[in-house]
């Protein structure tokens, strides 16, 4: 009897914002910190004005005509502990890093900028929106105790109690509304304050360290496998080798011993090929062009090869470029029907450009399973671009463009 398959667990995502919060079961939402972090952030946000007014309150009075100048100075003054309250204060409604920014005390314009419109306007808004949400259903709550009851009258006294129990219904509402505007507010903030050049230089460099990481496994396979299995498969060909030599040529045994080292030596050879394919020697020893002259002279249609380089790139730009490589040089054994294709490669302006060209019968198609799809992510990971000119009738043309600096 067939053995039932188990349902995998269900993933549950941990929210990072308010606003995927909301986006969660209503009952996992109500449960949650989150109605509590959104109205803490919008309260928060009365803090600055609090202590500006503070500090400005004694200035005023004192300065007499030069009020506005001393002002403006406590205002320039108290913008960077300002700034650096907005950047504490969006943890509690947006729990994701916040990247690109200054590292020293002084905040950037960006950071001081929020910092200013949010002292001057936002907070206003912060403030309404928490009075609006609470108060009705506060309101409607205390009805027995702050509405008075006729003395007569037993339906004002159920009136009371049935505005108390719509309150008590308005509480989720609140708490939607208050998570709502929290979201809205630190998404506003974090556009305004982490320039998006900045968070994309990180995803970039968070990809780079990924391929990199990427790059040292497959090393470590590739070494552990030329070092490990290889090395015990050449011992047990010799091994067999030798035991051949104490057995009658023609016998039974030695015949299944013949047998046994073919198989080893083909098993040998195959783990040969997987190995180049981890991570090809000549790759590593001698550089990327001597790689695709390699495995161009492998490859069962004519290739010729012009890839001319004046210095060696970094690692993760040869490895994505040897895998470009080999992989339109098997497509274009596989699906192309082409006669013949060129690699060329060149280095222009700090760039990698790397073309392979059949004349082939065209029409690939990234959609079509042929590998490209997975190119053009690997291109990506390294900051390049990947385009694939391929019409009906050919020829087709992989054009790989890496930049060599980071």
Known sequence: MATPLL??????????????????????????????????????????????AAVLAPVRVVGGLAAAPLSLVVAAVLLTPMARFERWRLRLADRQPVRGLPDGWWPGWREAGHALVALVALWWADLLVVAAAIAGPAVLILSPVVQPTAPEGEATLGQTFVASAVGLLLVPVAAYTLAAWAGARAAMARAMIVPQEAEMREIARSRARLVDAFEAERRRIERDLHDGAQQRLVALSMKLGLAGLDLPPASPAAVRLDEARELAGQALAELRELIRGVHPQVLADRGLPAAVRDVAGRSPVPAQVHVELDRRLPERVEAAAYYVACEALANVAKHSGAGSCAVRGRLRRGRLLLEIADDGIGGADPAGGTGLTGLADRVAAVGGTLTVESPCGGPTTVRAQIPCEW
Request: hydrophobic share 55%.
């Open 7 to 52: 349902a995998p667990a269900p993933v549950t995502l941990v929210p990072r914002t308010a606003l995927d919060a909301l986006s969660g079961p209503p009952q996992r939402f109500l449960a949650s910190a989150w109605p509590w972090r959104s109205l803490a952030y919008l309260l928060a946000g009365v803090v600055p004005s609090l202590a500006f």
